[in-house]
C-alpha cells in the first residue's frame, strides 16, 4: 500500500474529520469568548475597580531608558487571559452537563417490551385451555 493512500485512508476516517471541524469550531469559539471577555466583561469589571483598564496592569521591572523598551510584567493580560479560561471552561462544562442528560434522559426512557415470542404465544394458549376445561 502506498504511501499516499495510507494517507487518504487515514485522513478520510470519520474521526480525524470530526476532530477537525472540532478544532475549527474551537478556535472560532475562542475567538468569540475572548472578544466576550474583553468587549462585554472587562469594562464593567474595570469601572467597578476604579476605572482600570485590565491590559495596563503591569509591574515595571526597568524602566525605559534610550531606544530600550522598558521590561516590566503583564500581569493583566494574563488575569484577561485567565478570565477567558474561566468561561471557556464553563461553557464547555455546561455543554458536556447538557449532552450527558440528553443521554440519561434517552437511557431511563422505557423501550416497549418484546413481543412474546411463538414458544410464549402458544404455552399461554395450552393454559388458557386448561383453564376452561376444569
Known sequence: MGM?????????????????VGIIIGAAFGKIVSSFVADVIMPPIGIMLGGVDFTDLAIVLKEAAGEAAAVTINYGVFVQT???FIIVAFAIFMAVKAINAMKKAEEE????????????ILLTEIRDLLKQTK
Open 109 to 120: 426512557a422505557p423501550s416497549a417490551p418484546p413481543a412474546p415470542s411463538k414458544e410464549e
Open 82 to 84: 485567565l478570565i477567558d
Open 4 to 20: 499516499m493512500s495510507e494517507f487518504k485512508n487515514f485522513a478520510v476516517k470519520g474521526n480525524v474529520v470530526d476532530m477537525a
